[in-house]
């Protein structure tokens, strides 16, 4: 099979993931379910030059994955889609897992991404985290926020991304889009350079890195809008992840730059609807007073708490999300009860 006709069946199907593993049929995930595209296996030689023809589109040297292991790339196909491709080793022969990408940018509304978060991207400085784990839509709530920016007002902004998956125009605002490896070496280096380029808002992909969270900080600390994304699950494992990356001796400082630059944590999950679609379910913490005491003292523990306590007031509950959509019907008990972050106290509340 061709690679054109292969990810055209996958984009026909609706899949958001394409698994190209030898020995066994192309496979889409759509809708959180699996379904093969091929009638057949596909062997080691033919998905090896299927994973070629994938570095040809990229322009890209197929040996950065023979020498390294492992890639992460994207290419385009016209009038087809984006794809973000991460090809590996496996067993001594090529694999990959592919994501498919739209060309254009996704709408908030239909995404139901809620309006409380798509309002913090008009800050104008301090840092907003996107957390969840792999594949929950950080990447698309933060491209929504981007274009928000974008179309509302003026500045510079740079995204720092690995791969680049969303384009986005010129509108009120200059983008620049910088792809790791290709355009920087590393996320540290393409943000350190992003303060020389006089941004008024940087989107990294993801925070990596100690020297990238430090610097992240930094940017925040100065004046711009930082926003990235982290593999964490809730506001506070998020702050946790970020402090204990610093030596034991820094922490405490770490702390305070926190509190202050520190704006908002959004945290999402997809969990499946009665109807079979992935919807997206938010924590929204603000950083007010109360949880800037919180971080600064390192009462971490204590964050969750005082989401709960202002819910409604600038803060989203994963678990009140959750009870919202199973009395609107959208979602079923059973499926809300296993995405709960406290099952007992949900279970009596629904």
């Known amino acids: ?71 992460d790339f994207s290419f385009a196909v016209p009038n087809l889609s984006r794809f973000r491709c991460n090809a590996y080793m496996q067993r001594g022969s090529k694999a990959a897992v592919i994501r498919v990408v739209a060309f254009e940018l996704p709408e908030e509304n239909k995404l139901h991404i ?29 491209a929504c926020m981007i274009n928000r ?38 996320f540290s280096a393409a943000i350190r350079a992003a303060l020389r380029e006089a941004p008024d808002v940087i989107m990294l992909g993801e925070m990596r890195d100690l020297d990238t969270i430090r610097t992240a900080i930094t940017a925040a600390e100065i004046g711009h809008l930082l926003l990235s994304s982290l593999h964490t699950n809730g506001a506070s494992k998020t702050v946790n992840r970020i402090i204990d990356i610093f030596p034991a001796e820094q922490q405490a400082q770490v702390r305070s730059q926190l509190a202050l630059v520190l704006k908002a944590v959004v945290s999402q999950v997809l969990v499946p609807a009665v109807d079979g679609e992935l919807i997206p379910v938010f924590e929204v913490m603000t950083v007010n007073p109360a949880i800037q005491n919180l971080i600064r003292d390192g009462r971490i523990h204590q964050i969750d708490n005082a989401i709960y306590s202002g819910s409604g007031q600038g803060m989203l509950t994963m678990d009140g999300e959750l009870q919202k959509l199973v009395h609107e019907g959208r979602i079923t008990r059973e499926t809300a009860l296993a995405c709960a972050s406290n099952r007992e106290v949900l279970e009596k509340r629904i």
């Open 1 to 71: 099979m061709e690679l054109i006709e292969l990810l055209t069946k996958a984009v026909e199907a609706g899949g958001s993931d394409i698994f190209l593993i030898p020995g066994a049929a192309v496979t889409v995930k759509a809708d959180g379910r699996f379904k093969t595209i091929t009638d057949g296996p596909v062997m080691t030689a033919e998905t090896g030059q299927l994973i070629d023809c994938m570095y040809e589109y990229a322009k890209r040297d197929v040996e950065t994955l023979v020498s390294r292991g492992d890639d």
């Open 114 to 142: 809620p309006d409380m978060v798509m309002q913090l991207a008009d800050s104008r400085s301090g840092m907003i985290l996107v957390t969840g784990p792999a594949g929950s839509g950080k990447s698309t709530t933060l």
């Open 149 to 186: 920016i974008n179309s509302s007002r003026g500045g510079h902004i740079i995204t720092i991304e690995d791969p680049i998956e969303h384009l986005h125009r010129h509108k009120k605002s200059l983008v620049t889009q910088r792809e790791v490896p290709n355009d920087a070496r590393s």
